[in-house]
């Protein structure tokens, strides 16, 4: 089991940049990947991205590519979601979530699945103002 606290969410302007950052607790996260997913208000949970924990192989979803950055610091168990050039429409709360296990076959459509993530925060609300 891993747990997970997120931190750095706010209210934002277009075209402005964040960073939310996801501290795991767990005793070896070798072989799990930790990604963020986002919710807004009426609207299904959406998968924004993930990375592999060993190789730092990251995949993202189609509405953030180019503009959103996820890394690791493995020194202080940390997931970094950077957030570029952000719009109204990413206005929501963000979760951080951690999947154990090496997939085979697509990875990408595996990772964007909520289902695979057994270990959820609390979330953390960002708020894009136009």
């Known amino acids: 089991q891993v747990q997970l606290v997120e931190s750095g969410g706010g209210l934002v302007r277009t075209g402005d940049s964040l960073r939310l950052s996801c501290a795991a607790s767990a005793r070896n996260l070798y072989s799990y990947a930790l990604g963020w997913f986002r919710q807004a208000p009426g609207k299904e949970r959406e998968f924004v991205a993930t990375i592999t924990w060993s190789g730092g192989i990251a995949y993202y979803g189609g509405s953030v590519r180019g503009r959103f950055t996820i890394s690791r610091d493995k020194a202080k168990n940390t997931v970094i979601l950077q957030l570029n050039s952000v719009k109204p429409e990413d206005t929501a709360v963000y979760y951080c979530?951690?999947?154990?296990?090496?997939?085979?076959?697509?990875?990408?459509?595996?990772?964007?699945?909520?289902?695979?993530?057994?270990?959820w925060g609390q979330g953390t609300q960002v708020i894009v103002s136009s």
């Open positions: 979530a951690a999947a154990f296990g090496n997939p085979l076959g697509n990875k990408e459509s595996f990772y964007s699945d909520s289902d695979v993530y057994d270990d």
